[in-house]
């Protein structure tokens, strides 16, 4: 399911309220399992004419420097 730039303004919103959230680290989760930090963020914009979307939010990611570990709970 992809979501929109709205849909994920309205969720970090929602994350961000939480001092604890501010400070943690980011991380993408692949469909594999493996977790990779979060590097940036590009908008781009797409060449398909005719197409109802008309640009992207593309999120990069790379593999992380250090393991933080196994994970103990989810909050």
Known sequence: ???SGK???MMLRRFMKAEVTKE???QIELPNGDLYDFSGMQLLENRIIGDNETHRLVIKCEKPKWSMGKIIGKL
């Open 1 to 3: 399911m992809a979501i």
């Open 7 to 9: 849909m994920l303004d």
């Open 24 to 26: 943690a680290r980011v």
